[in-house]
């Protein structure tokens, strides 16, 4: 009956997005990710973690049935743009435009120096595994929702773009409203204005030009001190 429900509200969203599309100009759309795990629906972000384990999360991604990398780090966050400012955010994912078409993956504390977060194509499939080789299962949430869903060792996790488009009507273009609501709510960028020279000031002058030579690096003693 869930499931019907879920059905009959895309169709809803469908009707909504037949009828408003031709009528707003500033008509943008977002899409969703499916999780096959009792069919999940997710605007803003998948989080995998490693839950109350103390060990590293190991987990193997695939995109497009190609390897990817490994992940040993606290988790991972699976974000559309319409998330990349939350949890994404704050593991030191970018932010991304609500315009722009694409999938983040950001991972969580990762125990590298190298691993940084990437994006890829919003149609790109990906499988996410918690391979054998893992000391511990992992942890699943999507949207922030509870309870999370455990992932046991050997399980494979599949994200793809379901094709269902969010239709949102702005009284602006909702990029320009996106870069808005940054600055109000998350004070990006902000910082005291740098002022001008005053009219009766001039720039600070360089500093005078010395001739160097090879004797102010050689070492002398004196006083029992040591100059450089």
Not at 5 to 18: G, L, M, Y
Not at 89 to 117: E, N
């Amino acid at each position: 009956n869930d499931t019907n429900n879920i059905d009959d509200n895309d169709n809803d969203t469908n009707n909504i997005d037949n009828n408003e599309k031709d009528n707003t100009d500033s008509h943008t759309t977002t899409k969703y990710l499916d999780i096959d795990i009792g069919l999940q629906s997710v605007l803003n972000d998948v989080v995998i973690t490693r839950g109350l384990s103390p060990s590293l999360c190991k987990l193997h991604c695939h995109v497009d049935s190609q390897p990817v990398s490994v992940f040993q780090s606290d988790g991972l966050i699976i974000s559309t743009p319409s998330g990349s400012t939350a949890y994404n955010l704050s593991a030191g994912g970018t932010m991304v435009a609500p315009s722009v078409g694409c999938t983040l993956l950001t991972p969580i504390a990762p125990h590298s120096l190298s691993s940084r977060p990437v994006g890829i194509h919003e149609d790109s499939k990906i499988q996410v595994t918690v391979p054998k080789s893992a000391r511990s299962n992992a942890f699943v949430s999507f949207d922030g929702r509870e309870p999370m869903v455990e992932l046991p060792v050997g399980y494979v996790l599949e994200i793809e773009p379901c094709g269902l488009r969010l239709p949102l009507l702005t009284k602006h273009n909702y990029d320009h409203q996106w870069f808005q609501s940054l600055v109000t709510k998350l004070g990006w960028n902000a910082r005291v204005d740098q002022k001008p020279y005053d009219e009766n000031e001039m720039a600070p002058a360089p500093s005078a030009k010395r001739r160097v030579s090879s004797s102010d690096f050689e070492p002398t003693t004196g006083g029992g001190k040591t100059r450089m």
